[in-house]
């Protein structure tokens, strides 16, 4: 300590060393604090990456002290490279997880409030965070999904960010049925549903495929709702109506 006070250099050096990790964690932190400001980031959700970029800073800092009082760290480095790589053999998951979701983050796959479909699930999303994203599906069932996991599957976004999507519902009706007619009432249906979206403009249409079956015609109607987290429910209420509907017009079923 008396050769440090003795050589004002090297004081300034170790003080300059310090006064600059304190200011490269301070910037850090400003930023994210911004972006958590403006919304793009949830606040809370990068509490383990600053925390691990301040341990970084410093250790770095510390290293570079140690070497300026010419003491030999080589022995320190060699021991903290084995710790190292035993712990991240023991947290490569956490690691992977924590990787993963900085790049959905950054890269913006999807958002909080966005319906997406991975493999056969299909849910909200309500939460992202730096190891793991969280969907709630059409049954409220809350799935905890680690962020390593998106990144191997095909993730279909389709919302998009935008509180729309496309929807389909199918019925079918025996063969000899007026095939137009029960078009025309399926259509005069989804346009009075509040659920529904209809703009010409928008291309928001409504648009038919139509099966031959054995003995019937399968009609598919695809349309736009507004309500993409109820979508099984919308569906749901829609057949509904287009059967009660089919049933006036003595529109057979198969």
């Keep these: 300590l008396q050769g440090i006070i003795d050589d004002p250099l090297t004081l300034l ?17 400003m930023l994210i604090g911004r972006l958590e400001k403006r919304g793009e980031l949830k606040k809370g959700t990068l509490v383990h990456m600053r925390r691990f970029f301040q341990i970084i800073i410093y250790a770095s800092a510390g290293f570079i002290i140690l070497s ?38 950054s890269g913006k796959t999807y958002a909080i409030g966005d319906v997406i479909r991975i493999g056969e699930l299909t849910g909200t999303v309500t939460d992202i965070a730096l190891r793991t994203t969280k969907l709630k599906t059409y049954d409220r ?56 979206i209809f703009n010409l403009k928008k291309r928001r249409e409504i648009r038919f495929v139509v099966r031959n079956r054995e003995w019937a015609n399968e009609i598919e109607a695809l349309f736009w709702i507004n309500d993409p987290p109820n979508e099984e429910f919308i569906k749901s209420n829609i057949t509904e109506l287009i059967q009660k509907e089919f049933k006036n017009e003595c529109i057979l079923p198969p």
Aim: avoid cysteine; glycine fraction near 10%.
């Design 141 to 196: 069932n809350e799935i905890i999904i680690p962020n390593s996991v998106l990144m191997r599957e095909k993730i279909i976004n389709l919302t998009g960010g935008e509180q729309e999507a496309v929807a389909a519902v199918t019925v079918s009706i025996d063969y000899v049925s007026d095939l137009e007619k029960a078009k025309s009432l399926i259509e005069n249906i989804l346009k009075k549903h509040k659920s529904v």
């Design 68 to 105: 300026m009082l010419t003491i030999d760290i080589t022995g320190i480095v060699a021991g903290l490279g084995v710790g190292a790589l035993v712990i991240g053999f023991g947290l490569k998951d956490i690691i992977e997880n924590w990787l993963s979701g900085v790049l959905i983050m």
């Design 13 to 29: 050096q170790i003080v300059a060393t310090l006064a600059g990790a304190f200011l490269i964690v301070t910037i850090f932190n």
